[in-house]
């Protein structure tokens, strides 16, 4: 039997590589590291992953169709029976065309392949976020050319004060217009490149809109599904309308966990600091890192003391737990005290109606 705390689903940031340099990227990914995995090292860690019960891994990078053996890592995945996802900013999906020919060979192998791919505003403001001219137009091509071959693509974007003004336009023109399964919408963190650009981050009454926006879209299509990723929330009176499940805390270390592209494992990939890694599996299997007594102690011993900033003293401090620890991280340099919160501004807006 499975103890509470397990790793049913997994994102690996399989190369730090980039073929873009884009301005809001947390993980500032372009070089690959250093110390990066060899085939044979993470063909152990797929392995692993089957070993210790995951589920769903979602493959990150940087770019991670630029590692030359994407296909054995994804291979061996389905093998073992999990849903792997890929994240792609297109680029290397397209070109040449081979990594779409591999993709479809391995979807005739096994049907629990899916590709998520970026789209972060229309072409203006898309190219400029990305950095360069003509990736919204690549981007798009390469969800009509997954599409095409018959893969389950996702719309994946992130949000800020550029692109929330065209969130409908881009649900309307590109997301909804197409037979994609699930459009995820997130916010960024305050990691990386994206400190140079302190001004892209949504306002209270911002955010507030781009619920607004998420619920309006999930009433107005049920495929594609309309995912507010973990970063968006919390406990307020649109919750229900907002997510399908009831959010019960950040599940870094509890239900998730996050492996980097030089084996180091934390609880989630966002939390770009560190201070958060619990192991390595250079040295230890995936089973002995999350066994390990007292990892994970940010999330595993939790108790409503922890809370600080707008969490304190709130009444669903002990099932909310303070948000998202990478959004919490990122702009307070603290866990459990949730910058962005629906329920807190709610009642701070009801509170000045009085």
């Given amino acids: 039997m499975r103890s509470y705390f397990w790793p049913e689903r997994a994102v690996w940031e399989t190369t730090l590589r980039c073929n873009l340099s884009c301005r809001h990227c947390g993980s500032v990914a372009g070089a690959a590291r250093a110390d990066e995995l060899s085939t044979a090292e993470a063909l152990r860690v797929c392995d692993q992953l089957a070993e210790a019960g995951c589920r769903h891994i979602t493959l990150s990078g940087g770019e991670t169709l630029l590692r030359d053996d994407w296909p054995d890592i994804v291979r061996r995945l389905l093998q073992h029976g999990l849903l792997v996802g890929i994240i792609t900013n297109g680029l290397a999906l397209v070109a040449g065309g081979h990594n779409l020919h591999r993709l479809r060979e391995l979807a005739d192998e096994a049907p629990r392949l899916h590709v998520g791919i970026s789209v972060d505003g229309l072409e203006t403001t898309h190219d400029f976020i990305r950095n360069r001219p003509g990736a919204f137009r690549i981007a798009v091509?390469?969800?009509d050319a997954t599409l095409e071959r018959g893969i389950p693509a996702a719309v994946l974007t992130t949000v800020n004060?550029?692109?929330l003004p065209e969130l409908r336009r881009l649900?309307?023109?590109?997301?909804?217009?197409?037979?994609v399964y699930a459009w995820q919408v997130q916010t960024s963190n305050f990691y990386g490149r994206i400190r140079e650009h302190a001004d892209w981050f949504l306002s209270p009454a911002q955010y507030q809109e781009l619920a607004a926006i998420l619920i309006?879209?999930?009433?107005?299509r049920q495929v594609p599904?309309?995912?507010p990723a973990d970063c968006i929330g919390y406990m307020s009176d649109a919750e229900p309308q907002l997510r399908d499940t009831t959010w019960?805390?950040?599940?870094a270390g509890i239900r998730a966990v996050g492996i980097q592209s030089n084996g180091s494992v934390k609880g989630c990939l966002s939390i770009l600091d560190d201070g958060f890694v619990e192991g390595s599996l250079r040295r230890q299997t995936l089973l002995e890192i999350w066994d390990r007594p007292g990892g994970f102690a940010y999330n595993r011993e939790f108790t409503p003391e922890?809370?600080?900033?707008l969490c304190v003293g709130c009444v669903h401090g002990r099932q909310c737990a303070g948000g998202?620890?990478?959004v919490s991280h990122s702009l307070t340099g603290a866990t459990h005290q949730a910058p962005y919160c629906l329920y807190a501004f709610e009642g701070a807006r009801q509170a000045a109606a009085r």
């Avoid at 309006?216 to 107005?220: A, N, P, Q, T, V």
């Avoid at 019960?248 to 599940?251: F, W």
């Avoid at 922890?306 to 900033?309: A, K, N, T, V």
């Fill in 141 to 143: 091509s390469a969800i």
């Fill in 161 to 163: 004060s550029l692109n």
């Fill in 171 to 179: 649900r309307d023109e590109i997301v909804f217009v197409r037979p």
């Fill in 216 to 220: 309006e879209s999930r009433r107005l």
């Fill in 225 to 227: 599904r309309t995912e």
């Fill in 248 to 251: 019960r805390g950040c599940q």
């Fill in 306 to 309: 922890m809370l600080g900033g």
């Fill in 324 to 326: 998202c620890t990478a």
